[in-house]
């Protein structure tokens, strides 16, 4: 298998576990607009049988409405009028007076009684007595017979007929003494507030819906009553008003002047309208739940991209080191080949090739130290055994060890220090950090460049400055920060045939840390590369 079908195959595997995830994420959507849906479909089925529950109130509330109003004032008004002298056609059509009394009259809501009258059908012949009212009179001459004609009465129910005007309603019934010979339309007029009582009391007297849902409450705490009459004037009204969505209408009946109760339901009460009470909106737990998992699967999407990237840089890595071990190993054996066979021509050549063995073995040796220092640090961190030293001497010793490979490719080192600079340190590390920065610069420098190697003294800050500075391209300021992350290439050096590790730089960061260095990149003074590392020195007691 070759390393092109090695870099694929996480991202195969990566292109799978995303379009499950993404898989999962619809379906987690489907399920929260299905769990949606139903709350919903709760929600309505609720809010229907509150509808429902106004509707039946409705319903209650006309049916005792007329059955009071028939039983209490129409039927014994009716009776009264036709007790005081509205039966006989010949006799007068009395009107009790103030003075009677509710025994006398027979009926205790005279007070709900305006003028009566009698009239004669046969002969067009009206009769009243009692408050003077003229409006009685007039609606008596124009629509009496033609509300006689809807036949809202069977002879002896009564009618209640709505005044347009608003003076009230007028109660009438025929009478069918001589049915044959004559018909006697026998009634009074209903004061405007005549209805209240038994309007009223059919609002309180009983409950309107069943008592296993309103408990211990009274009515007027769940619901509010307005009686209108057909022109839409409000006859009677309970002394609660809700401003509800919940509103039913039905109407008292016919024979009742067209009569309409509004039924409203109070807002703060529907819960007990319905068993187990309102359902509370699932929408904002059902949209948390939704971007938690949104934010889930994209997280688990982006943790799949690194790990692909990250499988991706670690396939690379194990590439580039290969191919950085192959080479000195190439080298050391082709050489070492030619000594033991005798094959060098002269004691020259022989020396070349005992020098190259050497410094491909140095080689070989760095890059087996960088890959030990990583991998250790990934795993426990740097371990540092930091002793006092100086770093001149460190760096005329990195010089030296690095000279012949830079020879190698061509480039001249210049090492530059300014006397004796002792730190804490440990010189290993800081040795094989130094390493990795001049082997970044041979690699990505022009062949025959000037790489500067110094340290200098800081003296307002009392630190020493590790540099190396190569005669490259540079690095952009917008990568800087990205260039010390494992396996991280410009993109101008990703298609180049510069080979690498990619933890150089990683390694170089790492030591940094563990010095308390500073650690940073900026340009140099021939537009290369200028790494610095600063370090703190040493007390000058501590130094002596």
Known sequence: MNRSSLSRTPRRRGTVVALLLVTALGLSGLLAWQAFDATRTHETVAYKTVKEQAYFAAWEYSGQARSLSTSKILTPGLDVVARWGGKSMDGPLRYPG????????????????????????????????????????????????????????????????????????????????????????????????????????????????????????????????????????????????????????????????????????????VDHLVIGGLPRSRVPDILILLGLTVGLVVAALYQLRRDVELAQMRGDFVSGVSHELRTPLA?????????LLGRVRSEEERQRSLEIIVNEARRLSHQVDNVLLYSRSEKDGVKMDPTPTDLSGLVDDVAEAFEPLAATARSHLEVARNGPMVARVDGPLIRQALLNLLDNAVKYGPSGQTISLGVEHMESMDRARLYVEDQGPGIPEDQRSRIWEPYFRLAAHRESAVAGSGIGLSVVRQVARAHGADLGVEKGSSGGARFVLDVPLMPAAARN
Do not use: C
């Open 331 to 339: 080298q050391i054996r082709m050489f070492a080949e030619t000594l």
């Open 98 to 269: 103030e003075s009677a009394d509710a025994r006398e009259i027979g009926w205790d809501y005279m007070e709900s009684a305006g003028a009566f009258f009698r009239y004669d059908l046969a002969t067009g012949e009206f009769v009243t007595s009692g408050p003077a009212d003229p409006g009685l009179e007039t609606w008596l001459e124009q629509n009496l017979r033609a509300h006689l004609d809807l036949g809202l009465t069977d002879g002896w129910s009564p009618v209640l007929a709505a005044d347009p005007d608003g003076q009230g309603a007028i109660a009438y019934r025929i009478y069918p003494e001589g049915w044959d010979e004559a018909e006697l339309v026998l009634g009074f007029r209903v004061v405007p507030d005549g209805l209240g009582v038994p309007l009223g009391y059919a609002f309180t007297g009983s409950p309107l819906v069943p008592e296993s849902l309103t408990g211990d409450k009274g009515t007027e705490e769940f619901f509010s009553v307005s009686v209108f009459d057909p022109s839409g004037r409000t006859v009677w009204e309970s002394e609660t008003w809700y401003d509800s969505d919940f509103v039913a209408r039905d109407t008292i009946g016919t024979a009742f002047g067209g009569l309409v109760a509004e039924v409203r339901v109070n807002p703060a009460t």
